[in-house]
T-cell receptor, first 116, second 112 residues
Framework: DGGITQSPKYLFRKEGQNVTLSCEQN?????MYWYRQDPGQGLRLIYY???????QKGDIAEGYSVSREKKESFPLTVTSAQKNPTAFYLC???????????????FGPGTRLTVL | QKEVEQNSGPLSVPEGAIASLNCTYS??????FFWYRQYSGKSPELIMS????GDKEDGRFTAQLNKASQYVSLLIRDSQPSDSATYLC????????????FGAGTRLFVKA
């Protein structure tokens, strides 16, 4: 089955730790995205990547890092510099990215990160 | 002014009624418009996309777009309790490389 997987489903982080959230897709999509969702708020873009080995900062990139070494994979690292990381993290992908108006985004199941 | 605005709700409708969800956006040259459904604790699921003015129907769902009024809506006919969820409006903007902006969502509650 084609789709987007994220792991782990739940993640607990101690103060000062870096943690990495996994996102994999087998849809052959070029573009991938990371969003953060806080209760009662819309999705906020952290990073996005339109092609392998290239990625761009979104609206709230501070304290986060990403890599895009393979088309299928777009891991997100939440660093100790992110002061309020407790949130629901969503990975998405789309066929096209910048320059394409038809960038329907499909989401993975999400990772819920809690800081202890 | 927020780029994409939705009434947070909750919007409560009886089973079998039509639920009407509204969304306004600020960028006049927005290209693509999407409606997502998000159940509590789950990720958003794409239910409708619309790119041109007018209505687009898919089963019980109808999306309506009016670019002149910068307004997009979602109608759910014959609402079912299983439609109870938060509905997110998303708009793909021409600026910023076709960045997609999400509204905060409208909570819909369908009473059995």
């Amino acid at each position: 089955d084609g789709g987007i997987t994220q792991s782990p489903k739940y993640l607990f982080r101690k103060e000062g730790q870096n943690v990495t959230l996994s996102c994999e897709q087998n849809l052959n999509h070029d573009a991938m995205y990371w969003y953060r969702q806080d209760p009662g708020q819309g999705l906020r873009l952290i990073y996005y990547s339109q092609i392998v080995n290239d990625f761009q900062k979104g609206d709230i990139a501070e304290g986060y890092s990403v890599s895009r070494e393979k088309k299928e994979s777009f891991p997100l690292t939440v660093t100790s510099a992110q002061k309020n990381p407790t949130a629901f993290y969503l990975c998405a992908s789309s066929i096209g990215g910048g320059g394409s108006p038809y960038n329907e985004q499909f989401f993975g199941p999400g990772t819920r990160l809690t800081v202890l | 002014q927020k780029e994409v605005e939705q009434n947070s709700g909750p919007l409560s409708v009886p089973e079998g009624a039509i639920a009407s969800l509204n969304c306004t956006y600020s960028d006049r040259v927005s290209q693509s418009f999407f409606w997502y459904r998000q159940y509590s604790g789950k990720s958003p699921e794409l239910i409708m996309s619309i790119y041109s003015n007018g209505d687009k129907e898919d089963g019980r769902f109808t999306a309506q777009l009016n670019k002149a009024s910068q307004y997009v809506s979602l109608l759910i006919r014959d609402s079912q309790p299983s439609d109870s969820a938060t509905y997110l409006c998303a708009v793909s903007l021409r600026t910023g490389g076709f960045k997609t902006i999400f509204g905060a969502g409208t909570r819909l509650f369908v009473k059995a």
